[in-house]
């Protein structure tokens, strides 16, 4: 197990010096959100960022996975929007060619897998609503199409993961519309390839909703044979987020924080 932490934890830090700082206490991984600040793959000197990551991550003798969580990256109005299930398919397809572009990281860094979520269901935005709810910042129930979007959203990026020979890891989130490890294996089915890994967060409140299986041969963290799905694991605290990379075909991990 390789202990690791989150560069969420360090969003005070230039990134340069926080992975200097996981280095010098013995962290062995980490796990890299891309944000406005760091591996921005919009702004001008993303590549020359990129180049630089991959030589500390290598110096550093550093694993590492990527995150897409980032609150206002690519919506400065309402946090992590646009995702697979907004409403219009111009907000859906940015989602998309986010998590593609996550996927290059990837290929780049070398890194381990790229971790991405549901999403929840808004109607209307913050600056024109379309119901009470939207106004107070709650979600309404998806319409029926919305599990579609997701589908065809998550098929695109896996299709685009295969192809650069990338692990992707889904985590279930609550409040999100896929919240548990069941609705994560209808979803991987209906996707169908073993790109499509899992992240679990043991961390979170729901953890024994979402790891419950009727018999460990309909798990949906495994395969029909046997083998895991599982591709990463998150343990949060008060204060910080330690995660694990897991071997796909073992369920062995190695943790990041």
């Not at 230039?14 to 013995?26: H, I, K, M, S, T």
């Not at 589908?151 to 609550?174: H, M």
Request: hydrophobic fraction near 35%; charge should be neutral.
């Amino acid at each position: 197990m390789l202990l690791g932490y989150n560069t969420n934890g360090l969003a005070f830090h230039r990134w340069q010096d926080g992975l200097e700082l996981l280095a010098e206490v013995g962290f062995r991984a980490v796990a890299i959100t891309v944000d406005q600040h760091c591996l921005n793959p919009f702004a001008s000197n993303f590549a020359s960022e990129l180049a630089e990551m991959r030589r500390t991550l290598e110096r550093l003798q550093l694993r590492s996975v990527i995150e897409t969580g980032a609150r206002f990256l690519l919506d400065p109005r309402q946090k992590h929007e646009p995702t697979l299930i907004s409403s219009t398919a111009e907000q859906r397809s940015r989602r998309v060619d986010f998590l593609c572009r996550c996927v290059d990281i990837v290929k780049e860094l070398n890194s381990d897998a790229v971790s991405f979520w549901s999403g929840v269901w808004r109607m209307g935005t913050l600056a024109c609503p379309s119901s009470a709810a939207a106004e107070s910042g709650k979600s309404a129930q998806p319409p029926e199409s919305a599990w579609q979007w997701l589908l065809d959203g998550c098929r695109r990026v896996t299709d685009y993961a295969e192809q650069r020979g990338v692990q992707l890891a889904f985590e279930p989130e609550p409040g999100m519309l896929v919240e548990t490890n069941e609705q994560y294996g209808q979803l991987a089915e209906q996707v169908g390839s073993p790109r499509f890994g899992l992240t679990i967060d043991i961390g979170q409140r729901s953890t024994s909703a979402m790891c419950s299986a009727s018999s460990p041969a309909r798990s949906p963290i495994t395969y029909g044979d046997g083998r895991s799905r599982l591709a990463m694991s998150t343990s949060r605290t008060c204060d910080a987020e330690f995660t694990s990379i897991c071997d796909s075909a073992t369920g062995r991990s190695t943790s990041r924080r």
